[in-house]
């Protein structure tokens, strides 16, 4: 199996499990991945965000741990990069704000790279307008933002376990999904994984 370098691109109140749970998968596997927010730098931590689906209208947020980067947001290029992560939380709805964070997407999915985006961080997809006329999923609340941006909405199934495959791109609507989620990137990767 080939070793992948990945880009991961997060902020404070970066979901949780969505930030930690693929990071330590895909070193575990073997791969390299860097984990960037703008205005850090390596060794910088990010607070995060555990949200949770307890029957209410919406999920619910508790406090999280601290994530730290292993990389500098200002030194990385995207071209150094062989697939892109972006988790969800509210770290998504402010990151899209930052041109660079919104070039790295284009460059990932004009260059037919994998990328893997959960929940809300397809609000960052949104914001790069590399959309249109993608079939892909993500949180309920998100749909009409992908709708708008030309996407295909798959729907979401009712323990929110999914994950949806358009070309090199995986979506998923939360941290439930991350065994399909994950398991769809690393063969997007290439990953082989066997019992």
């Known amino acids: 199996m080939p070793a992948r370098k990945i880009l991961m691109l997060v ?5 949780d499990y ?3 749970v693929p990071f330590q998968m895909l070193l575990m596997v073997g791969h390299t991945v860097h984990a960037v927010c703008p205005g850090k730098k390596a060794g910088d931590k990010v607070r995060t965000a555990i949200h ?6 919406t999920y619910s947020e508790k406090p999280g741990h601290n994530f730290t980067l292993n990389a500098t947001f200002d030194e990385i290029r995207p071209e150094d990069y062989d697939a892109l992560v972006i988790p969800g939380g509210r770290a998504p709805e402010y990151i899209r704000l930052n041109a660079k964070v919104l070039d790295i997407v284009r460059h990932f999915a004009q260059a037919q790279k994998p990328i893997a ?3 809300h961080g397809q609000q960052v ?3 790069a307008g590399v959309l249109q006329g993608r079939t892909c999923t993500a949180y309920p609340a998100v749909k009409p933002d992908l709708v708008a941006a030309g996407a295909y909405w798959a729907e979401v199934n009712d323990t929110f376990s999914n994950a949806v495959v358009d070309g090199h791109l995986v979506t998923a609507p939360a941290w439930p999904a991350h065994p399909a989620w994950i398991r769809q990137f690393l063969e997007l990767l290439g990953t082989r994984i066997e019992p």
């Open 117 to 119: 985006s959960i929940c």
């Open 125 to 127: 997809l949104v914001a």
């Open 11 to 15: 902020g404070d109140f970066v979901e």
């Open 52 to 57: 949770d689906f307890e029957g209410d209208q």
């Open 18 to 20: 969505e930030a930690m």
